[in-house]
């Protein structure tokens, strides 16, 4: 899934600054460089809780990590100050989410949180267009349901080393939020392409509801639904820049 995110990050960045210039690749080399950062402390933190779910992951020592969030730092700064002051602001959240705030309830808030600073970041640096209001609110909603559905799916990995949501108000309440929440995307999809009037965006909808349905009468379980939602933001996000 890795893989997924480098490929979601260069076709987001591809498609909204419209060319490859001297920004684009130092902007490409920051937000893959953060993104990696991230994953790799992650999975160094949480190693073993992975060992326990039977996952083997590529370890890489803190001094390679830390390596990562230089060259993320060092790229931004030489776009502009503006684009370091943001990947700063991630790089904190990231390292207070590893650290701390994944093993707490409100620890999906801060992932979302610093994902939609991610997008928001195309803006200084291939301009602030329309589309960016509405890829930052799309990428906030989808991955705070995302991340609800992954802290459901790892409730009995993570019951005895964190409180997440799902610990917190139970797998029941958080299937519920789940479920909830989804409907609340959906409204607001239809709400945008009253606004934006897309064919591809209103083919995109479709696509949406179709799936979400076929969750809601339980043809598929959360752990495909987490899959079925960043394909559904990669999708989104095509919709959206097409």
């Given at each position: 899934?890795?893989?997924?995110?480098?490929?979601?990050?260069?076709?987001?960045?591809?498609?909204?600054?419209?060319?490859?210039?001297?920004?684009?690749i130092l902007f490409l080399i920051s937000g893959i460089s953060i993104l990696l950062f991230a994953n790799f402390q992650n999975d160094y933190v949480d190693r073993?809780?992975?060992?326990?779910?039977?996952?083997?992951?590529?370890?890489?020592?803190?001094?390679?990590?830390?390596?990562l969030l230089v060259i993320s730092l060092l790229t931004s700064f030489f776009i502009s100050f503006k684009v370091f002051f943001l990947f700063l602001i991630m790089a904190i959240l990231i390292n207070f989410?590893?650290?701390?705030?994944?093993?707490?309830?409100?620890?999906?808030?801060?992932t979302t949180l610093v994902v939609s600073i991610g997008i928001f970041s195309l803006g200084p640096v291939f301009g602030f267009k329309e589309s960016l209001i509405y890829l930052v609110i799309f990428a906030f909603l989808f991955n705070l349901v995302r991340e609800?559905?992954?802290s459901f799916i790892d409730?009995?990995?993570?019951?005895?080393?964190?409180?997440?949501?799902?610990?917190?108000?139970?797998?029941?309440n958080t299937r519920l939020l789940i479920k909830s929440l989804l409907v609340f995307i959906l409204i607001s999809l239809?709400?945008?392409?009253?606004?934006?009037?897309?064919?591809?965006?209103l083919l995109y909808i479709l696509i949406f509801a179709f799936l979400i349905i076929l969750y809601f009468l339980n043809f598929y379980s959360e752990k495909i639904l987490s899959h079925v939602l960043k394909l559904l933001m990669?999708?989104?996000?095509?919709?959206?820049?097409?």
């Open positions: 899934m890795r893989l997924l995110n480098i490929l979601i990050t260069l076709i987001l960045i591809l498609l909204y600054s419209k060319q490859i210039d001297k920004d684009f073993e809780i992975d060992l326990r779910k039977g996952k083997r992951k590529l370890i890489i020592s803190p001094g390679l990590q830390l390596a989410y590893n650290l701390i705030a994944s093993k707490k309830p409100y620890g999906f808030l801060i609800i559905v992954k409730y009995d990995y993570d019951y005895y080393y964190r409180e997440t949501l799902a610990i917190k108000i139970s797998k029941s239809i709400f945008c392409e009253i606004l934006i009037k897309s064919l591809y965006f990669l999708l989104g996000f095509l919709s959206l820049l097409l």
